[in-house]
Every structure is written in C-alpha cells, then in structure tokens.
C-alpha cells in the first residue's frame, strides 16, 4: 500500500474543506468530520453562540472535555481491572501453595 496521502472533501456548517490523509485513516477522518459538524450544528442550533469561529472554538473545548473524560474513565477502569487481576494471582497462589503441602 502506498504511504502517498489522499484528499478528502468534508463539509462542517455547510463550509467545504480538502483535507489530506493517509488512505488507510479514510474512515476515520471521514467518522471526525461528522463528529465536528454534529457538535457545531448542535452549539450553532441551541442559539446562544454566533459566528463560525466562536462555534468551532466551543465545538472543540466541548470535544476536547468528552475525550479528557473518557481517558479518565478508561484510567479508572484499567485500575479497577489491575486490582481484580492482583487478587487472583493472589488466590491462584494461595491454592498451589496448599496443594504443594498436601
């Protein structure tokens, strides 16, 4: 496969733009794309924010906190996951200790 970027044409707030990427990320530039206008159609649509810059810019503080939210949540699950972990090795040690003695 050949490393050579592609152009995608997306559309946020009905504004075209041509954006370069690798072939394989096509899918996922193409998933962001929706995502942003999504959020910007729906800040633009509740009528408290206007003009395209103030839009975008509160687009990305709302995105930006959805992914700092997630990384926590996918943290505190990867503790929870660590603990139960160590508590089995614990009692997996535990019973070949008592049938090493017997």
Do not use: F, W
Not at 1 to 16: C, G, Q, R, Y
Not at 29 to 48: C, F, P, T, W, Y
């Amino acid at each position: 496969m050949s490393d050579k970027p592609i152009t995608v044409n997306a559309k946020i707030l009905a504004k075209e733009y041509t954006i370069a990427c690798p072939a394989d990320e096509r899918e996922a530039l193409e998933a962001s794309v929706r995502h942003v206008d999504n959020k910007m159609q729906e800040i633009r649509n509740g009528g408290k924010v206007i003009g395209a810059e103030r839009i975008a810019v509160m687009a990305a503080i709302n995105i930006a906190h959805e992914m700092l939210k997630s990384q926590s949540q996918v943290q505190s699950i990867d503790v929870d996951v660590i603990e139960r972990l160590d508590e089995l090795q614990s009692q997996i040690n535990d019973s070949l200790e008592k049938i090493a003695v017997s």
